[in-house]
């Protein structure tokens, strides 16, 4: 009985962490080469002022509890990684900045259990060109996935937050 056990605890393990694998789709280095179709630059900080904190956590709707975000940064160009938690784990997000809109959006890392279609072109390509409104808001509706709702909101809410700061570090 007890080696019953000891198998079902480690099968209940094992499909816990099959579950919540994660799925490389890119590397953070990969993605920057890319955008800049050049060598990744050497990496930058933005130090967070309070207004900064405050903005990104009204866009998060949550704490956001960083002092600095790492970019790169060429020409007027920024890339963001960010990551937000979709249902219940971070999902890894590279965004591309150019001329104070989204060049190119693509989910780097992603570990929830459903709602990946995300990582698809044909949504992450709803992203391209978009703006930030004075509210913080894009200036466009990014149409949602069913089963993703919540994989969506946090890629919608990380391109805010990758505008906000490019026109933070570019003004």
């Known amino acids: 009985m007890k080696a019953l056990s ?3 605890l480690l099968a209940s393990l094992f499909t816990a962490f099959c579950v919540q ?3 490389i789709y890119q590397s953070n280095e990969d993605f920057i ?4 179709a050049a060598p990744m630059p050497k990496a930058k900080v933005y130090w967070l002022e309070d207004n900064d904190k405050q903005a ?6 949550h704490k956001f509890n960083k002092m600095r975000l790492r970019y790169w940064q060429q020409q007027g160009e920024t890339v963001w990684i960010l990551e ?3 249902k219940e784990s971070p999902i890894t997000v590279g965004i591309h900045v150019k001329d104070k809109a989204i060049a190119q959006t693509k989910v780097l ?4 259990s459903r709602g990946d279609e995300v ?5 992450t390509d709803q992203f391209k060109q978009a703006r930030l409104t004075e509210d913080h808001q894009l200036d466009r509706k990014i149409d949602g996935i069913t089963g993703a709702t919540l994989s969506v909101r946090a890629l919608t809410k990380l391109s805010r937050i990758a505008l ?3 026109d933070k570090v570019n003004h």
């Open 56 to 61: 990104i956590e009204e866009i998060l709707a």
């Open 6 to 8: 000891v198998k079902l």
């Open 109 to 112: 890392v992603y570990r929830e």
């Open 21 to 23: 694998a994660a799925s």
């Open 33 to 36: 080469s890319q955008a800049f």
């Open 164 to 166: 906000y700061l490019d």
């Open 84 to 86: 937000e938690i979709g």
């Open 119 to 123: 990582r698809h072109k044909f949504f």
